[in-house]
């Protein structure tokens, strides 16, 4: 049996983790194996997907071997030095009985997927897992609001390699601002373009797409373009941070700030945990259901020389009960 998989790109914060938690919603009975990869060591995405996923999880590092479920894959990028993880990891999955009936690839925001899917061209790989579509999620907002975006050098590779393209956060964006877009990512409407805010998330189609690249297609992908040009901090604390650093900090580093997300327990609302998204200048802070595990962990990503590491790292340090680690 050949499993299908689909590669989901997209850019820092577009949405991939929320598509493919749609996906999982939506699945209908199928098994659906994720593997998610996230930049820095810490995979906040890995555990917003397990979240979704009923609980079922297993890990690359080989801690594996429970039920196929979400596998994270952090610290580097499964398009360049994680490749062979992602080999090691994909045949894990397919070694489970049952099989999945999908495997999904979330691929970090930073990652050219052509490196993910000259890794999925592999011979012998590919009789077991072949390769069914690329998807690509883009951030609306983003785009429409950045126009220096559609210059991004990353940005164009993740969609040229698209055979799909969902639009993401178009909900306050017209209809005729939404059709231009959509005819400036795709003006011959291959790949076709779907709106996420107004057509139903088709989970079956784009779990079995009938793009069918060949194995010739995927070698042909080309070396991903690699880039030293963002630059990630993370941080870590088994305590609790005080909400009002975490939201002077935040608030002292938008201006740099591409990206952050984070799991938080506050000193000043115990018991609960919180999920910290920050997208461009868009920030939420909302209450995390699901597991409680103790501690913070925060993930900042920004242009590579523009984080001031250290100074960062004090005014997490000084704002927790517990001293902080840094990864
Ligand atoms: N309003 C709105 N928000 C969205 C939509 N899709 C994603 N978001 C929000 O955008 C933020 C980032 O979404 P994610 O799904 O984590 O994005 P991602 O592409 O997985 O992010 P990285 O893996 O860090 O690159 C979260 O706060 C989401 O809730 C959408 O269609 N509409």
Redesign the pocket.
């Known amino acids: 049996m050949t499993v299908p998989v689909l590669v989901v790109t997209?850019?820092?914060?577009?949405?991939?983790?929320?598509?493919i938690?749609a996906m999982l919603a939506q699945a209908g009975g199928r098994r659906i194996a994720a593997v998610v990869n996230?930049f820095g060591a810490i995979n906040?995405?890995e555990e917003?997907i397990r979240a979704t996923a009923d609980g079922i999880v297993g890990r690359a590092d080989g801690v594996a071997g429970r039920a196929d479920g979400v596998i994270g894959l952090a610290n580097g990028c499964v398009c360049c030095t994680l490749q062979g993880d992602l080999l090691r990891t994909l045949k894990l999955l397919l070694a489970r009985d049952p099989a999945p009936d999908h495997i999904v690839i979330?691929a970090?925001?930073v990652a050219d997927p052509a490196g993910i899917v000259q890794a999925l061209a592999d011979p012998v790989l590919w009789k077991s897992a072949r390769l069914d579509a690329v998807l690509c999620?883009v951030?609306a907002e983003d785009v429409t609001g950045h126009a220096a975006r559609r210059g991004d050098d990353l940005w164009r590779a993740q969609l040229a390699a698209a055979n799909f393209v969902v639009l993401?956060?178009?909900?306050?964006i017209d209809d005729a601002a939404v059709e231009a877009l959509s005819g400036l990512l795709s003006p011959t409407g291959k790949p076709p373009v779907i709106d996420?805010?107004r057509e139903a998330l088709p989970t079956g189609l784009f779990l079995d797409t009938g793009a069918r690249p060949t194995r010739f297609t995927a070698v042909a992908a080309g070396e991903p373009r690699r880039s030293d040009r963002f630059a990630t901090v993370e941080w870590q604390s088994p305590g609790e941070i005080s909400l009002t650093v975490l939201q002077a900090l935040i608030a002292d580093y938008a201006p740099v700030l591409i990206?952050a997300?984070g799991i938080f327990h506050f000193c000043e609302k115990p018991g609960r945990r919180y999920l910290l998204?920050m997208?461009g200048q868009?920030v939420?802070l909302e209450p995390l259901p699901g597991d409680d595990q103790p501690g913070c962990r925060l993930v900042m990503?920004a242009e590579a020389g523009r984080l001031d590491r250290q100074a960062l790292l004090a005014r997490l340090g000084a704002g927790t009960d517990i001293p902080g680690t840094h990864l």
Do not use: C, H, P
């Open positions: 997209g850019y820092l914060g577009a949405g991939k983790t929320t598509l938690n996230d906040i995405d917003l979330e970090s925001g999620v951030d993401s956060k178009t909900a306050a996420m805010a990206r997300k998204q997208v868009r939420t990503i």
